[in-house]
């Protein structure tokens, strides 16, 4: 069964910094990988989607990244601010399955 | 284009009461899913609709949930009895089909008391 998971937890930053979070999967035979972002009592919001044959994709600030050998994705925020605070979570949906197998999620809190 | 609607936004009800929840989809979009997502956790997939079919349901508790979607577009979502557990966050989603990007609504908030 595939297991998605994000490191860290909780991610503090100053204003104006890049940083990356970081999603890996169990199993590589993925059909594409989708980052969200979810505000507190809301509904998440599709960030970036990455099918399996792409190694990266990009909008605005945001890049993600693909390794599906290594079932590692990430996602990098350049020059982030306050409004970027939020939970970011990664799914995964895989070869032949209907459903997107999710992370637990990083809440990332970005300091004025 | 309007984005997923769901309703009520929350709920709180007592164990062993039943409640239902109602999802209207992005309008186009054929396949809608439910979804429960516990505090700290990730979504967990519930339900999966293709028009009005059932195409995945191996992970909803049969014996307390049911759900429906009639003529294909909106959907509903019942708990009888509920039980503490079932406490979460419910999210309804839709995408066009099959590998297209799921866009969600802002879920129902269930309690129980």
């Known amino acids: 069964k595939q297991e998605v998971t994000q490191i860290p937890a909780a991610l503090s930053v100053p204003e104006g910094e890049n940083l990356v979070l970081n999603c890996s999967f169990t199993d590589s035979a993925i059909y594409n990988l989708q980052w969200f972002r979810q505000d507190p009592g809301k509904g998440l919001t599709s960030l970036l989607l990455?099918?399996?044959?792409?190694r990266e994709q990009t909008s605005g600030r945001l890049n993600a990244s693909l390794d599906k050998s290594s079932g590692r994705s990430t996602l990098y925020i350049a020059a982030s601010q306050p409004g970027d605070s939020a939970t970011y979570l990664c799914a995964v949906k895989q070869t032949g399955a209907n459903n997107l197998f999710f992370g637990t999620g990083t809440r990332l809190t970005v300091i004025p | 284009e309007a984005g997923v609607a769901q309703s009520p936004r929350y709920k709180i009800i007592e164990k062993r009461q039943s409640v239902a929840f109602w999802c209207n989809p992005i309008?186009?979009?054929?396949?809608l899913y439910w979804y429960q997502q516990i505090l700290g956790q990730g979504p967990k997939l519930l339900i999966q609709f293709q028009n009005n079919g059932v195409v995945d349901d191996s992970q909803l508790p049969k014996d307390r949930f049911s759900a429906e979607r009639l003529k294909g577009v909106d959907s509903t979502l019942k708990i009888q009895p509920a039980k503490l557990e079932d406490s979460a966050v419910y999210l309804c989603a839709s995408s066009r089909g099959y590998g297209q990007p799921q866009h969600f609504g802002d879920g129902t908030r269930l309690s129980i008391l």
């Open positions: 990455i099918q399996s044959s792409q």
């Open positions: 309008s186009g979009h054929a396949t």
